[in-house]
């Protein structure tokens, strides 16, 4: 590991002017490739104290052994040198988007003397003509079918076309009309290259007029009494209609945009681009990267524009560009876009309408992309194994944890307060073992604290104890039960049982994670060490900087970034925070629909409904006598009683007061 200050250039040589910079390891190989508005200020950032540094910063410049830099004129500059010299060197640190599949495209061979429409995968070629990509190579093949009754162009591959020149006889599309057959000269070249650039003016967008060509021609066939051209021309506008039915308009005003979104952890990042022409969708894609630098989402919409539009030119690159976040600054990616397109670019976050909807849509995408691909990875058997060995490797276990439980606090300012604890086993959620607490204060018969206020320590120490004595309790019982059924543990007593089986608790883990750093995990292994657990190790994964804390350990274990076993870390640690977070808002949720009515004992949800509609508010209900409840169908005297008396018991709140005129507002109905 290098020390940074041994390459630290002297102060007064970085130059406070716009550029590009390049860490190279010791081997000169190009490790990392950024851009600055002023390279003295943003080089100077990397070379403070290693502590006050983002964990991948702190690794890239402690591997790195020099640094290099080209002064530019123009943040603009910077930006396409940036963009080259990533493509140039591939640097590991850099954040590089990767497709999750190869997405097919509409391709149209422009460059050739006979142009050819066909699916293209892969880089793209000078000289042709791409529309795209699409989901499904499928739906490209069904749109030109419908397109070749109208634009007859060239679909044969180069030696079929050779073939059917030599003998002088075209293939079968040349025969039932679905090519022009410019093989055996039914067309000239300029005519076939004329039929293959309206081929590529409708797919991009450009149908409106064309149509409306078709369609005065067919009126005139029909004035002419041409019926059967006329009726040619029909059925050939509606195959047009059929193809252009294929891509839902999704904005109304015919707009050409690219809209991007983004979803993201500490770890990984899955873009989404919808391609909009015409105000149809005409193409997706997406890619999955690994964050190897500590970049934000203004940072990854950056990186994505720059791959998106690296290589493109002219209307390749849209009018309008939607983004979830703006980079920063954004004038110079603006500037740079426009260049490529030779024209101006709007760059723009949308705020409402059609747009905003659709981006919403797009973020969707994004982020059932991002969960199917960790599905995947997780779904690897082998490398499971590897993130299990690894963790074993970096907590210094005798063995892979098949068994790792972890817990979360979580509480709305200090109140509701639950814990949630989910099982992994093999690598995989075991859900039939997941737990949810309520946090009491209590374990076993003894009020350790008051379970109120936000003290996680006391709230881990707490669940984790209250684990353990039910293990210790039921270690010679086991059983199985379900998310569903979930049971709240409010109070340390037995386990539930069915058929003399407990529902769970009857094996130990090897790890117990905790979410969070050195004091929960000190609470949770004082615990263990409380009820005489020593084969339990713990650890735990602050979330701010994906460090792993062991106890009695002043330093946290960091793992590399890279590293399988952290994924696991992380997606244990996800899991049991959205287990907590769903539980506690359940109950906040259903704290927040309870009212003076469900005081009364014996009433229910039918009476309740009744009385609210007899007398349109609690208010009026509050005020009414005895009798007047009686009137109320389904009402007894003895429930009328009962129910006065319990809203009298019930203080109504305090009337509201004007401050400016000391005014008493009227009671706001209940």
Request: proline letters at 5%; charged letters at 30%.
């Amino acid at each position: 590991m290098a020390d940074p200050s041994s390459y630290r250039p002297k102060p007064g040589q970085i130059p406070d002017s716009p550029g590009v910079y390049r860490f190279r390891d010791e081997h000169g190989r190009v490790i990392y490739v950024g851009k600055a508005k002023s390279l003295r200020q943003r080089l100077s950032s990397y070379f403070q104290d290693l502590a006050g540094l983002h964990p991948r910063t702190r690794t890239m410049v402690t591997t790195a052994a020099s640094v290099e830099w080209t002064v530019v004129a123009t943040e603009v500059e910077a930006l396409q040198l940036e963009y080259s010299w990533i493509k140039e060197y591939d640097p590991c640190f850099n954040v590089k988007y990767r497709d999750d599949k190869s997405y097919p495209s509409l391709a149209v061979t422009l460059g050739e003397e006979f142009p050819r429409v066909q699916v293209m995968r892969g880089p793209k070629k000078k000289g042709v003509r791409y529309f795209g990509p699409y989901a499904h190579a499928w739906a490209i093949r069904e749109t030109v079918d419908l397109m070749l009754r109208v634009f007859p162009v060239r679909t044969c591959s180069a030696g079929v076309f050779k073939r059917s020149a030599q003998i002088g006889r075209p293939c079968l599309l040349g025969y039932i009309g679905k090519c022009s057959a410019p093989c055996v000269g039914r067309v000239t070249p300029e005519e076939h290259r004329e039929l293959a650039e309206e081929f590529c003016d409708f797919m991009a967008g450009r149908t409106g007029a064309y149509l409306r060509r078709l369609e005065e021609r067919m009126r005139e066939a029909a004035e002419e009494m041409e019926y059967e051209k006329a009726a040619r021309l029909r059925d050939d506008m509606e195959a047009l209609r059929r193809a252009m039915e294929k891509n839902a308009v999704v904005l109304a005003d015919a707009t050409d945009a690219d809209l991007i979104a983004v979803a993201e952890d500490e770890l990984e990042a899955a873009v989404q681009i919808f391609h909009v022409r015409g105000g149809r969708v005409r193409g997706q894609r997406g890619w999955v990267t690994d964050k190897v630098e500590a970049v934000d989402t203004a940072g990854l919409v950056e990186h994505a524009l720059q791959q998106l539009y690296g290589e493109e030119k002219g209307d390749a690159v849209p009018k309008e560009v939607l983004v979830p976040a703006l980079p920063d600054p954004v004038e110079p990616v603006a500037q740079w876009l426009g260049e490529r397109r030779g024209g101006r670019v709007d760059l723009r976050i949308p705020q409402r309408g059609d747009k905003k909807d659709l981006m919403a849509t797009v973020q969707r995408n994004a982020a059932q992309a991002l969960a199917l691909h960790k599905t995947k990875r997780a779904s690897d058997l082998t490398t499971r194994s590897r993130a299990l060995e690894e963790i074993a490797e970096a907590l210094g276990l005798d063995s892979a944890p098949l068994r790792i439980e972890c817990f979360d606090i979580s509480h709305l300012q200090g109140q509701d307060v639950v814990a949630s604890m989910v099982v992994f086993e093999d690598g995989l959620a075991r859900k039939s073992e997941y737990r949810r607490f309520q946090i009491t204060g209590r374990v076993g018969d003894t009020q350790v604290w008051h379970g109120e206020g936000q003290d996680d320590v006391r709230s881990m120490h707490e669940v984790v104890a209250r684990r353990f004595r039910r293990y210790l309790r039921e270690q010679q019982k086991a059983g199985e039960w379900s998310e569903a059924n979930a049971v709240e543990d409010t109070e340390d007593g037995p386990v539930a049982v069915e058929d003399d089986r407990p529902k769970r608790f009857a094996y130990p883990p090897q790890l117990v994670v905790v979410d969070g750093g050195q004091p929960q995990v000190a609470a949770a292994r004082r615990a263990l060490d409380d009820l005489g657990i020593s084969d339990v190790a713990v650890c735990g994964l602050a979330k701010r900087l994906e460090e792993v804390w062991l106890p009695d350990d002043d330093d946290p274990v960091v793992l590399p970034r890279t590293s399988e076993g952290l994924y696991l870390l992380q997606r244990v640690r996800d899991e049991a925070h959205r287990f907590a977070i769903s539980y506690q808002r359940g109950k906040r949720s259903k704290s927040m629909k309870t009212g003076p009515l469900d005081a009364v004992p014996g009433l229910g949800d039918t009476r309740k409904r009744a009385l609210i509609k007899h007398f349109g508010s609690v208010k009026r209900l509050r005020a009414a006598t005895v009798e007047q409840i009686c009137e109320t169908p389904g009402i007894g005297r003895k429930t009328a009683e009962t129910i006065a008396a319990a809203l009298a018991a019930t203080a109504p709140p305090a009337p509201a007061v004007n401050t400016a005129t000391g005014e008493i507002m009227d009671d706001a109905e209940e």
